[in-house]
């Protein structure tokens, strides 16, 4: 599976949208993306994922860039619930669902 | 929230004493993992199982067996615990499918002192 690689940390107003970036320049044609955050060490829980058109569903929205070799989630109203560690994972389709977790984006929603 | 529980939720226990992590699940999915997470890291996949006695390694599996008698409960054990082995320990669960979510659970705090 292909690597990513996030920004360390990042830190977003309440109320405004919050745009976290990854990169998967490995990333090959069978490969989806997904996104996951995990709050205050509970269980990751899941948020979206994308194969190559912009996904959209009630959390957050993804947009992947045409040669596929970067993303960026986006949280068009973040709140102070939204702080969280974001991770961005590609795997392949399949019915062994193996991810390989990187270190994630730490973001951090300001009053 | 998807039905999984683990058991216990904090554990500490001595060095070179067994251990057994239980993950359970109302949700009647095929495929369970166990993974653990280290401080400032991403997690990590130490076993999984794909049905009913049918278990494979992860990543990091040295020191750690798994065992699944049945659909909904899937365990965790180190024979021998050391202190490498403090950690938080993730239970999910999954069905097959090229895109499903995985559904995890809050985790164990295990401590071996």
């Known amino acids: 599976d292909a690597k990513t690689t996030q920004p360390t940390s990042m830190d977003c107003a309440e109320g405004r949208a919050a745009n976290l970036p990854c990169n998967h320049s490995?990333?090959?044609?069978?490969?989806?993306v997904y996104w996951y955050r995990q709050i205050h060490s509970q269980g990751p829980q899941y948020i979206i994922h994308g194969l190559k058109n912009n996904e959209t569903n009630e959390m957050a929205s993804l947009i992947i860039t045409e040669d596929r070799k970067s993303s960026t989630l986006i949280l068009p109203h973040a709140t102070l619930r939204d702080t969280a560690v974001y991770y961005c994972i590609v795997r392949k389709g399949g019915s062994n669902y193996q991810l390989i977790w990187g270190a994630g984006t730490k973001l951090i929603i300001k009053p | 929230d998807a039905g999984i529980t683990q058991s216990p939720r904090h554990k500490v226990t001595e060095t070179g004493t067994p251990v057994t992590l239980r993950c359970h699940q109302t949700e009647n999915h095929r495929y369970m993992y166990w993974y653990r997470q280290d401080p400032g890291h991403g997690l990590r996949l130490i076993h999984y199982?794909?049905?009913?006695?049918?278990?494979d390694k992860g990543e990091v599996s040295d020191g750690y067996s798994v065992s699944r008698s049945k659909t909904e409960d899937f365990l965790l054990t180190l024979e021998s615990a050391t202190s490498s082995q403090t950690s938080v320990y993730f239970c999910?669960?999954?069905?097959?499918?090229?895109?499903?979510?995985?559904?995890f659970g809050q985790g164990t705090r295990l401590t071996v002192v």
């Open positions: 199982s794909y049905g009913v006695k049918d278990t």
């Open positions: 490995t990333i090959s044609g069978n490969e989806y």
């Open positions: 999910a669960i999954s069905d097959p499918g090229a895109v499903t979510e995985a559904f």
